[in-house]
């Protein structure tokens, strides 16, 4: 009996020398972990203050660079997640002594909204299809998480230079964060834009184009795609550079703004110049019954933008079918629209011209013309629709102006459009 129980406790002893060895060789094991852990750690932390150290040499003067980049972004595209936050700019600190490391400099805030909204420079480097393809984003969700204070984009289709360019710079002083301005000119023109103007550095990437062909088109197409870069571009008017704002800068902008239709001239014109220009290769897509003609003159909204540059059915069908005597500019976009949005247009263009002479080029006015008579007749003398109710505000802009004729603009300009 006792043997047994001294065996008992025997054996009892040696199963706890085992469990104390256990424990033992087992917090070995975990501090010889812990210290490789730390070494690993170490290396880690040194191998990173290396490189912060090594970095920082090379980095020294990128912040001060980064902070202008963000800022001239920002200002020229003049385009803010929240408009109301003005950009702070800080002079660039004082170089270091040479003693002191420079930290690394803090990560641009990136992977945000901001980045997502900057808008790229108006002289990007886009391909055509990178281009189309990244302005027709489009959101499914309408409302905007930001402060969005909608803008009218400007679009100059032109040969050379814009001679209207100091009726329009007093058109647009003073309302700077309410347009944007895209010129398209011939890539043989060699512009110089002073800097203090309102055109200086809008001249998108641009093609040659040829008065009637389809190129017109692919112009008109460069345009509106570089202006939906900008999110903030609410409404889109299509302009030459022998056009004239008939009001002033709040008329126009409020009478675009409250419109809930888009303006692109559309009618059904029988004869050789309407349609005899049809071509009935068109089939299946366009049949002589949705054959249209218009003015190319056109204004639309984002919504309506965003479907014309994203169109590739009718593009195509008149990109091969109405060639030269049939003008792509007069029946692409009226045909389409009508075909496809007809609740979207009003049917009529906002840009007055004089067809009275006939022919293929409407009137140029000379500096004889101008009076402030023709002016208010533009101005008021017709009437239509303006969202359902009649109005005898019709035209916003008015063609075909010569440089001539500038100077009697400017001086009645205040006057008669309280620019």
Known sequence: MKKEHMHHHHHHHQQEEHHQQLIQSAMLHTSQAYL???????????????????????????????????????????ILARPHVAPVVHPPPPPPPATIIQP????????????????????????????????????????????????????????????????????????????SIYVHSQPSYNATVPPDSVFYGRRIPSKEVAWG??????????????????????????????????????TIYNYLMESTTSFVESYDLLGPVGRGRYDSHMMPYVTLEDWRKGAQWFEMDRELALEVIADRIYYSVF??????????????????????????????????????????????????????DMLYRMRTGKQCLYNGNPTNVCYLFARKFTVNALDRLLRFAPMVMHF
């Not at 905007?144 to 002083?173: C, G, I, Q, S």
């Not at 389809?214 to 197409?221: D, V």
């Not at 345009?223 to 022998?242: G, K």
């Not at 022919?359 to 000379?366: E, Q, R, V, Y």
Request: with cysteine; charged share 20%; proline share 9%.
């Open 104 to 179: 690394p400099p803090p990560p641009v805030r990136g992977g945000g909204l901001e980045e997502y909204l900057t808008t790229p420079n108006v002289m990007h480097d886009m391909k055509e299809e990178e281009l189309i393809w990244r302005a027709s984003m489009k959101p499914k969700v309408r409302e905007y998480p930001f402060r969005r204070t909608p803008k009218v984009a400007f679009m100059f289709l032109a040969k050379r230079d814009l001679p209207m360019a100091p009726l329009w710079e007093l058109f647009f002083r003073g309302h700077q964060g309410l347009f």
């Open 213 to 250: 062909e389809f190129s017109m088109i692919e112009a008109e197409r460069r345009l509106l795609a570089n202006a939906l870069l900008d999110v903030s571009n609410q409404r889109f008017v299509l302009l030459s550079e022998a056009c004239i704002p008939l009001f002033n800068f709040k």
């Open 319 to 372: 990109k091969k079918y109405c060639k030269p005597a049939c003008y792509s500019d007069e029946h692409y976009l009226p045909t389409m629209i009508t075909k496809k949005f007809p609740t979207k247009n009003a049917n009529r263009t906002l840009t007055w011209v004089d067809w009275s002479r006939g022919g293929p080029h409407p009137l140029k006015f000379i500096r004889t013309d101008i009076s402030p």
């Open 36 to 78: 490789q852990n730390l070494v690993v750690y170490f290396l880690f932390f040194g191998s990173g203050l290396v490189i912060g150290i090594t970095l920082s040499f090379y980095l020294k003067d990128i912040p001060s660079n980064l902070q202008l980049k963000q800022f001239s972004s920002t200002t020229t595209s003049n």
